[in-house]
């Protein structure tokens, strides 16, 4: 698959936020919780656009990935695919070269994802554990 990642600026947030609505929409909706005036700053709070590469499929936006490096571990911040890629093997193949990267930091990889989200089933077909839940989220974590 031809994949490529690119850089993002504080110029990319719009199209990043639109694209992270889109992708958590359903999930969001199906617990009562979507709001998107709640959604744009909550995704303002935590965006870091040195920690931020975007996914390009083709020449076209396919997603984002974010992950911030701990002394112990690895923490996925964000792994949107736009709905339109969705299926098609790109998260699965992002998230394979983080936890390539984790195997050679020797960390493990932590996560937090939203109880609704369709990701839960993902995020254990790659491994990853239940360490934690809460009322929205399932935290999990990915031992190396």
Known sequence: MNL????????????LV???ID????????????DRSRS????RSSFAPEKT????????LAGFIAFS???????????YIDPKFQSLGIGSIVLKSLI???EKEEKPVRLGALRSSKSNDFYKRHGFSITKEDEFDIYYERKN
């Open 40 to 43: 744009i700053e909550r995704f």
């Open 53 to 60: 590469k975007k996914i390009i499929k083709d020449g076209n």
């Open 4 to 15: 490529r990642f690119q850089p993002t600026t504080v110029e990319d947030f719009g199209v």
């Open 23 to 34: 992708a958590m929409r359903e999930s969001l909706e199906a617990i009562g919780r979507f």
């Open 18 to 20: 639109d694209l992270r």
């Open 100 to 102: 390539e990267h984790s």
């Open 69 to 79: 490096e701990y002394d112990d571990h690895l923490y996925l911040d964000h792994l």
